[in-house]
């Protein structure tokens, strides 16, 4: 039983290992007329459909086949830089379906709604940044790491507080003043 697992175990290895190696001119092309393919079946199943659920079935369509693309490209040129846009295609392809999904609401609700998405987006981005600086580095890069998180930090913070203030404007008064002063504190602008 305990050679049975080894075995099991050993055959997995292999199979993750020849999967994480980088693919070759013909494999490349081959998956990325799949995606070619699969983009257009997709987008065709969106014609049925009417209004704003036709945008937001486009929009994930699209979202869809450029995290296709950009993973395609990480797995035939791998590189710290290639799983960044990964990363990246993923918020931009978020924030396009969540901005789509928006668009049924109105008023300050929906300015919340793209506020915050831009938000999520933005911590997205910053994350995906910090974590090819990280992949990049050694010893002599510690300086750069920690320059990127303090600007990740920054850009997050920022797009919280958008956020956050956005939502004191559904409100009047005391009640916006005391919700705008909330914020600031929360997150430290002045």
């Given at each position: 039983m305990k050679s049975k697992l080894i075995m099991l175990t050993l055959a997995m290895s292999c199979a993750f290992a020849v999967n994480a190696m980088a693919l070759t001119k013909d494999e490349y092309k081959a998956q990325k007329d799949r995606v070619e393919a699969d983009y257009k079946?997709?987008?065709?199943?969106?014609?049925?459909?009417?209004?704003?659920?036709?945008?937001?079935?486009?929009?994930?369509?699209?979202?869809?086949?450029?995290?296709?693309?950009?993973?395609?490209?990480?797995q035939y040129k791998p590189s710290p830089g290639h799983d960044q846009q990964v990363a990246?295609?993923?918020?931009?392809?978020?924030?396009?379906?969540?901005?789509?999904k928006c668009d049924d609401l109105s008023g300050n609700a929906k300015d919340v709604c793209v506020k915050d998405a831009k938000a999520a987006?933005?911590?997205?981005?910053?994350?995906?940044?910090?974590?090819k600086v990280s992949a990049e580095a050694n010893k002599d890069k510690a300086g750069a790491i920690a320059d990127a998180k303090k600007d990740a930090r920054a850009?997050?913070?920022?797009?919280?507080?958008?956020?956050?203030?956005?939502?004191?404007?559904?409100?009047?008064?005391?009640?916006?003043d005391a919700c705008e002063a909330e914020a600031k504190a929360k997150f430290g602008v002045k």
């Amino acid at each position: 039983m305990k050679s049975k697992l080894i075995m099991l175990t050993l055959a997995m290895s292999c199979a993750f290992a020849v999967n994480a190696m980088a693919l070759t001119k013909d494999e490349y092309k081959a998956q990325k007329d799949r995606v070619e393919a699969d983009y257009k079946a997709s987008r065709d199943k969106c014609k049925t459909l009417t209004a704003n659920a036709r945008e937001i079935c486009q929009a994930e369509a699209k979202g869809a086949e450029k995290v296709a693309k950009a993973q395609l490209e990480a797995q035939y040129k791998p590189s710290p830089g290639h799983d960044q846009q990964v990363a990246e295609a993923k918020a931009d392809a978020a924030y396009d379906i969540a901005k789509e999904k928006c668009d049924d609401l109105s008023g300050n609700a929906k300015d919340v709604c793209v506020k915050d998405a831009k938000a999520a987006r933005t911590t997205a981005k910053a994350d995906a940044k910090v974590s090819k600086v990280s992949a990049e580095a050694n010893k002599d890069k510690a300086g750069a790491i920690a320059d990127a998180k303090k600007d990740a930090r920054a850009d997050k913070n920022d797009a919280r507080y958008k956020a956050a203030k956005e939502r004191c404007d559904a409100m009047t008064g005391s009640a916006k003043d005391a919700c705008e002063a909330e914020a600031k504190a929360k997150f430290g602008v002045k």
